[in-house]
């Protein structure tokens, strides 16, 4: 921008509540939210600036267990979001579309083992499909990523890892 307009700013407003539970070794997280956006964007692909509103409901859940040397921990947030209102001179048959790049679930999981100083464990991280405009018109693939890892403590100072991201060469598109 050149300074002769104001920048807009972007605004949130949220309410979430839930409720954690904890019994030896499991917990599980819930929250619900609903989240009201007015956001300003510039798309450097179409070149067109956007201000529009957004409404977003939603429930996030996230669990563990632990047990012995075994632990488990995962996942998985759904939102429900529309677009509720285009700024001046946008296109009012975006209206109840969904929002670009928003899947409507992204999940993870990932297990791990310890015995003694050594750790091996792996993670399940992924998306459902989105779209990859406002239009709703092109759809963007879900997909998951694979990952390991592993950890040695050598002493209390030091340690030795080793990591194997995307361990099946998966492509995943988000634009």
Not at 44 to 67: D, F, K, M, P, R
Not at 141 to 147: D, I, W
Not at 168 to 173: A, E, L, Q, R
């Amino acid at each position: 921008l050149d300074g002769s307009v104001p920048i807009p700013v972007n605004e949130v407003k949220q309410f979430e509540g839930g409720f954690k539970w904890r019994s030896g070794g499991f917990s599980s997280f819930v929250t619900l939210f609903n989240a009201k956006t007015s956001e300003s964007n510039y798309d450097l692909t179409t070149q067109i600036t956007t201000s529009n509103t957004y409404n977003a409901n939603g429930v996030e859940i996230e669990s563990s267990y632990h047990q012995g040397g075994f632990s488990i921990s995962g996942g998985v947030t759904y939102v429900d979001a529309t677009i509720t209102g285009v700024g001046a001179g946008g296109d009012p048959t975006l209206i109840g579309n969904n929002p670009h790049r928003l899947a409507p679930y992204t999940y993870q999981l990932s297990p791990s083992y310890q015995i003694g100083d050594f750790t091996i464990g792996g993670s399940v991280i992924g998306t459902a499909k989105s779209f990859g405009d406002d239009q709703n018109s092109i759809i963007q693939p879900g997909f998951y990523t694979v990952n390991l890892f592993g950890n040695y403590q050598i002493n209390s100072r030091t340690s030795a890892w080793f990591s194997a991201n995307n361990l099946f060469n998966t492509v995943g598109w988000t634009e």
